[in-house]
T-cell receptor, first 112, second 117 residues
């Protein structure tokens, strides 16, 4: 089945550590996105990529980094510079020019 | 910038009750509008969409009409079920030249719906 796979589903991190969240898709979509979800705040865009080897900052990119070396993969690194990293992270991809997003099941990061 | 405002939640209903979740937006031009649903512990799924004024999106008994005059896209269902319990998000994306849309969505804060038997 085609879809988006995020891993790990749950992740615990100590303060000062970088962590990388994986996102893989087999939908053959060019565009991929990372959103952060906090209770009562909806989803906020961290980074997005419209094509391989290119990506842009979203609304809350500070403390995060991404890469897009392959069409299928868009990993997100939460760095130690992110002041409040505990959140639910969602990866998505989209059909070109429709605005329709397909989401993974999310990764919940907790900083201890 | 663009923004989406949803009615305050949570919303609690009995099975077979009528559902309305209000959504209003602020955007330039003619955005595309969406409702997404998130079931417990899962990612979001597209529920329905509308791309131009007066369009009605519908799916699984849910409906929403794109009202440009009131900048609204309220979600309705005539008879809810326990299985409809979820978080519902209204969202928009700007439309470019030629009517194309982009995936950079702006989301509302979400409305938690709980349906009791």
């Amino acid at each position: 089945d085609g879809g988006i796979t995020q891993s790990p589903k749950y992740l615990f991190r100590k303060e000062g550590q970088n962590v990388t969240l994986s996102c893989e898709q087999n939908l053959n979509h060019d565009a991929m996105y990372w959103y952060r979800q906090d209770p009562g705040q909806g989803l906020r865009l961290i980074y997005y990529s419209q094509i391989v080897n290119d990506f842009q900052k979203g609304d809350i990119a500070e403390g995060y980094s991404v890469s897009r070396e392959k069409k299928e993969s868009f990993p997100l690194t939460v760095t130690s510079a992110q002041k409040n990293p505990t959140a639910f992270y969602l990866c998505a991809s989209s059909i070109p020019f429709t605005g329709e997003l397909f989401f993974g099941e999310g990764s919940r990061l907790t900083v201890l | 910038g663009d923004s989406v405002t949803q009615m305050e939640g949570p919303v609690t209903l009995s099975e077979e009750a009528f559902l309305t979740i209000n959504c209003t937006y602020t955007a330039t031009g003619y955005p595309s509008l969406f409702w997404y649903v998130q079931y417990p512990g899962e990612g979001l799924q597209l529920l329905l969409k509308a791309t131009k004024a007066d369009d009605k999106g519908s799916n699984k008994g849910f409906e929403a009409t794109y009202r440009k005059e009131t900048t609204s896209f309220h979600l309705e269902k005539g008879s809810v079920q326990v299985s409809d319990s979820a978080v519902y998000f209204c969202a928009l994306t700007p439309r470019g030249a030629g009517g194309t849309s982009y995936g950079k969505l702006t989301f509302g804060q979400g409305t938690i719906l709980t349906v009791h038997p």
